[in-house]
Antibody
Framework: QVQLVESGGGVVQPGRSLRLSCAAS????????MYWVRQAPGKGLEWVSV????????YYGDAVKGRFAISRDNSKNILYLQMDSLRGDDTAIYYC?????????????WGQGTLVTVSS | DIQMTQSPSSLSASVGDRVTITCRAS??????LAWFQQKPGKAPKSLIY???KLQNGVPSKFSGSGSGTYFTLTINSLQAEDLGTYYC?????????FGQGTKLEIK
């Protein structure tokens, strides 16, 4: 079955960097677009980023554009989110997600999330 | 960016009730509308895509309708396990955006 397992979260100081990973299994990773979505404590869902199945294109939410970078390693079945210049309002649970099909851009599967806390 | 506005922000209903949540887009998103359910302390779950198509394994008590800028999610025969927060999301135009959520409580 489809499994998405995020890791790399933790406590980080403002201005520092952190890289999240999402290990995928149970499907052909290279055939699907992948996403990051976050949720600040007690708040709603916020779309962060998407990367095409082959890594050829990527898009970002306004709040993270220019500071975060999504990437993937299709040989290792891993999705990444490089987060630079972190701020307090980046504190959130970060979820990775998989698209429904190779040509669809809607999320079907979600991971369990990893918590990032930005604090001095 | 496209703004997604849900109403109500919260509602309380009884077991067996039918509830409807609405979602409005700030511009035409055609049928690129999805719904997600999030139970307390859990990751979101995908319910519906393309306005009305159920994701695999989602029971038919959930249904969606609408087009353009106005959409609804209906839950029939409400059960206690349906409590949680429901989100709509447009995937017509980047950046994709979510509604603010509708918290469903069971009386």
């Amino acid at each position: 079955q489809v499994q998405l397992v995020e890791s790399g979260g933790g406590v980080v100081q403002p201005g520092r960097s952190l890289r999240l990973s999402c290990a995928a299994s149970g499907f052909i990773f290279k055939n699907y677009a992948m996403y990051w979505v976050r949720q600040a404590p007690g708040k709603g869902l916020e779309w962060v980023s998407v990367i095409w199945y082959d890594g050829s294109d990527e898009y970002y939410g306004d709040a993270v554009k220019g500071r975060f970078a999504i990437s993937r390693d299709n040989s290792k079945n891993i999705l990444y989110l490089q987060m630079d210049s972190l701020r307090g309002d980046d504190t959130a649970i970060y979820y990775c997600g998989r698209s429904r099909t190779a040509t669809s851009t809607v999320i079907e599967y979600w991971g369990q999330g990893t918590l990032v806390t930005v604090s001095s | 960016d496209i703004q997604m506005t849900q109403s109500p922000s919260s509602l309380s209903a009884s077991v067996g009730d039918r509830v409807t949540i609405t979602c409005r887009a700030s511009q035409d998103i055609s049928n690129y509308l999805a719904w997600f359910q999030q139970k307390p302390g859990k990751a979101p779950k995908s319910l519906i895509y393309a306005v009305s198509k159920l994701q695999n394994g989602v029971p038919s008590k959930f249904s969606g309708s609408g087009s353009g800028t106005y959409f609804t999610l209906t839950i029939n025969s409400l059960q206690a396990e349906d409590l949680g927060t429901y989100y709509c999301q447009q995937y017509s135009t980047y950046p994709y955006t979510f509604g603010q959520g509708t918290k469903l409580e069971i009386k």
